[in-house]
């Protein structure tokens, strides 16, 4: 989860954290939009709300292992992508690879501000991204 502060993120994906040593998965913005994504080809959108509006707001990915990705907006879940069924392996968290604002360094980069970016090694329930929402408001 982050809070992020943009007026233009730019059409394209444009990366507030991402991983990519021994897996690849992150949260960003494609064109102005939350987007959740993995190595494993799977990204997940919510592509009726722009955050391109200059004002902070808290955004958040929770993978729910064999279960579904989650996105979040300001505490309030806003899209869900099942992963039922789906053959998607596991992920091995670690520091080596992870990027803050850009994808490899040079591409990719983030518009705006990032603040409180937080990785839990465990997935979070609906009242505990609300709570952290409102805990870091």
């Not at 959108?45 to 958040?60: I, T």
């Not at 989650?70 to 998607?88: A, P």
């Not at 080596?96 to 983030?110: D, L, P, Q, V």
């Amino acid at each position: 989860s982050a809070w992020i502060n943009t007026t233009n993120a730019g059409l394209g994906r444009h990366r507030i954290f991402s991983q990519q040593y021994t897996n690849f998965y992150g949260i960003g913005l494609y064109d102005n939009n939350l987007e959740c994504y993995s190595n494993f080809d799977i990204s997940v959108g919510q592509f009726n709300r722009l955050l391109n509006d200059g004002r902070w707001h808290h955004v958040a990915c929770v993978r729910n292992p064999g279960v579904e990705f989650v996105l979040y907006i300001d505490g309030v879940r806003v899209e869900t992508f099942s992963l039922v069924g789906l053959s998607v392996g596991s992920y091995t968290m670690g520091i080596n690879g992870i990027r803050i604002g850009n994808y490899n360094g040079a591409s990719e980069t983030f518009s705006g501000l990032i603040d409180d970016l937080r990785v839990y090694n465990t997935a979070l329930t609906d009242g505990q991204i609300n709570q952290v929402y409102n805990f870091t408001k």
